[in-house]
């Protein structure tokens, strides 16, 4: 008889490593589960759209696939080149299309986990409609590796855009964002696939570390001027995708002409082909990447009803002068009520953190907001769980967690609070 040796070694479950709360780095002296080897695509159905992948593969590469079918991947974000599916789905990651083409709880069909017992749980079926029972998948979308370790995915894809459009617009308030985003909403409708905004501290970051502002050149000091080849106080990236190029243009027209009419934007510019579009969410995306080549970076990713998402900004910014050179600034899915507020500063001030964190959590949790709207807790911000969610509630994960992982094997001290 072959004894058996139960060791409970504790491991951290690791895809692409872009995580952005530490939820993938071991905290004491957990086994990295790296999954970049399991990057198989098992199989795409053309005539329903569904994907089924190892929870591996890059996000990039999966929609380099399903392209070949004129079909894409349901989430974009910035980390495509290297994040991996497997954690998209554990992250529940937003992204830049979530507007148009929803959570992953809507379009994850089904998963392959393989739970803390070492049984695996086969969840992986490619339906749209199955109500058998307790939808379990919807557990492992956003547990951050803690419930189980996500193997395999199916995944609805959308039928790839014949006719994308992208508009950069220049915008004196962020009254006007939100004015030019409930007009895009109803003037493009069903076309309607990203409407992002970033304030003018983001748009000469972002200039400095390599992106080109359409609407100006000179990263200029003077923010709230009007004048063309300046900066704004905020930019709005407005994004289509659609079946019909003429009829999505002669929309797209009909929307910034009402927005100009009505003084709501300054000044805009249409992506003409596909390297001006590329050049254009260089400077959203690129945001992110620059922020480190400013010294510490303080990120907040918060959701707050659409109108008060830019005032949390200028009240941090309001407090950051004891600290000499610590801005703070804004950017984000203003369409889905999404703001990333980051504070950057060229030296670490070890108390900068401890007095702004609980001012933006209260904030959040005043606003009814949430302190994590897309990135997770992690281990950055599991301890800020009680500003979002109730004691009950998170009794209620903890019970799912003693359930499913009773020795607290995978992923210990994230997402879930000290005792
Ligand atoms: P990792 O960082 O490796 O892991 C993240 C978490 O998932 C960890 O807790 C890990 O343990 C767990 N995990 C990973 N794989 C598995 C698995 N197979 N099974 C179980 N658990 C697993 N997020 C957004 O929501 N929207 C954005 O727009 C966005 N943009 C980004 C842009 C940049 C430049 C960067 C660096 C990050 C961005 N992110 C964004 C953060 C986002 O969470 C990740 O990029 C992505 O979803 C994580 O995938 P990953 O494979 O890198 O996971
Ligand atoms: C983004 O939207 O760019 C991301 O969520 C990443 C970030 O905020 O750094
Ligand atoms: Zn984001």
């Not at 000179?218 to 709230?224: E, Q, R």
């Not at 994004?239 to 910034?256: I, M, P, V, Y």
């Not at 008060?308 to 004891?322: D, N, S, T």
Request: glycine share 10%.
């Amino acid at each position: 008889m072959v004894s058996q040796i139960i060791r409970r070694l504790a491991l951290v479950p690791q895809g692409g490593n872009t995580g952005l709360v530490g939820g993938s780095v071991p905290v004491q002296d957990e086994i990295i589960l790296s999954l970049s080897r399991m990057n198989k695509i098992l199989s795409f159905d053309p005539a329903s759209g569904a994907l089924v992948a190892q929870a591996g593969c890059i996000l990039q590469n999966l929609d380099d696939h399903v392209a070949q079918h004129n079909f894409l991947m349901p989430l974009d974000l910035g980390a495509k080149g290297s994040c991996q599916i497997g954690g998209n789905i554990s992250t529940n990651a937003g992204g830049l299309r979530l507007l148009r083409y929803g959570p992953l709880h809507g379009s994850v069909l089904g998963l392959e986990v393989v739970l803390a017992n070492g049984q695996v749980l086969d969840l992986l079926r490619t339906l749209r409609k199955d109500n058998t029972g307790i939808h379990l998948k919807h557990l492992f979308i956003g547990s951050e590796g803690t419930l189980g370790v996500v193997t395999a995915v199916s995944i609805q894809c959308a039928p790839r855009p014949s006719s994308v459009q992208v508009v950069f617009l220049g915008l004196e308030s962020y009254a006007a964002v939100t004015q030019v985003l409930s007009k895009a909403r109803k003037m493009l409708g069903e076309i309607l696939s990203a409407f992002e905004f970033l304030d003018a501290e983001c748009m000469r970051i972002s200039t400095s570390f390599g992106s080109v502002n359409p609407l100006g050149s000179a990263p200029a000091s003077d923010a709230g001027s009007t004048q063309s080849g300046q900066i704004f106080p905020f930019y709005a990236l407005v994004e289509t995708h659609g079946s019909n190029g003429a009829h999505d243009r002669e929309k797209l027209d009909a929307f910034l002409e009402a927005v100009m009419a009505d003084g709501e934007a300054c000044d805009g510019t249409v992506a003409e082909n596909v390297h001006q579009a590329s050049q254009i969410w260089k400077i959203r995306e690129g945001i992110s990447e620059a922020l480190p080549h400013c010294g510490a970076v303080y990120k907040y990713d918060v959701s707050l009803p659409t109108p008060l998402m830019h005032r949390l900004v200028e009240e941090v910014r309001a407090q950051l002068a004891q600290w000499p050179g610590a801005l703070a600034l804004g950017y984000g899915h203003v369409g889905d009520g999404n703001l990333h507020l980051n504070i950057v500063s060229p030296k670490a001030y070890p108390d900068l953190k401890a007095q702004i964190e609980p001012f933006v959590f209260e904030w959040v949790s005043n606003a009814n907001g949430s302190i994590s709207a897309e990135h997770g807790l992690g281990q950055m911000k599991a301890d800020a769980i009680y500003h979002t969610q109730s004691p009950t509630a998170v009794d209620v994960m903890r019970s799912i967690k003693n359930l499913l992982d009773p020795q607290h094997i995978l992923n210990p001290y994230k997402m879930l609070p000290k005792d």
